[in-house]
């Protein structure tokens, strides 16, 4: 199956600082999501972004699937960001997911 | 909006006990899918269907079995659960299998003494 990593594994910020997350895959993929796990244990989609960019307020994603990497940046963190961001890749029907990045933001 | 609903959401069971994990989504969507997540780790896709009356075998298929009772309810089975069966289920459903975005539920979590 796909290889995927997600770096870093954890972060802490202070509110107000930006950030980039990384998700690195190792094959080609027709599908590319971004999640937010919030400390309650709820997955929030953030984006569905196979390829190119966009933006939803702080944050925006970016992926180059020729590469084989998407970045997912996040600006004026809030400690309301904090939780664990999950890249999710696809091939053919075979979702991979990172192990995440846990994110911290401090007040 | 109820998006997707999972029951229940703790259940403690006594090894080899068994039990159903019942999904439901309001979306009309054809695809659904099971999951576990382990501390630490992403999740692990159990099983899918990518539309009514029909699954696949996941990553992590053994011990489980599923029913996809009609478009919206999609069930997972634990027929004698073992220790190792201890996670949190994530039930998840999109429009059309292998496009679109998945959408989740807000997990069951089982633990198996």
């Known amino acids: 199956g796909i290889q995927v990593e997600q770096s870093p594994p954890d972060l802490i910020l202070q509110e107000g600082a930006n950030s980039t997350l990384r998700c690195n895959f190792s094959?080609?993929?027709?599908?590319l999501q971004w999640f937010h796990q919030n400390p309650w244990g709820q997955l929030i989609n953030l984006f569905y972004?196979?390829?190119g960019t966009k933006q939803n307020g702080r944050l925006s994603a970016t992926t180059v699937a020729t590469e084989r990497y998407s970045l997912l940046y996040m600006s004026s963190s809030q400690t309301t960001d904090s939780g664990v961001y999950f890249c999710?890749?696809?091939?053919?029907?075979?979702?991979?997911f990172g192990a995440g990045t846990r994110l911290t933001v401090k007040p | 909006n109820a998006g997707v609903t999972q029951t229940p959401k703790f259940q403690v069971l006594k090894t080899g006990q068994s039990m159903t994990l019942q999904c439901a989504q309001d979306?009309?969507?054809?695809?659904m899918y099971w999951y576990r997540q382990d501390p630490g780790m992403g999740l692990r896709l159990i099983y899918y269907?990518?539309?009514?009356?029909?699954?696949d075998k996941g990553e992590v298929p053994n011990g489980y079995n599923v029913s996809r009772l009609n478009k919206r309810e999609f069930s997972l089975r634990l027929e004698s659960a073992a220790p190792s069966q201890t996670s949190v289920y994530f039930c998840a459903s999109r429009g059309q299998v292998s496009t679109g975005e998945l959408f989740f539920g807000e997990g069951s979590r089982l633990t198996v003494l």
């Open positions: 979306m009309n969507h054809n695809s």
């Open positions: 094959d080609s993929v027709n599908n």
């Open positions: 999710a890749v696809e091939l053919h029907n075979d979702m991979r």
């Open positions: 972004i196979p390829s």
């Open positions: 269907s990518a539309s009514e009356g029909t699954t």
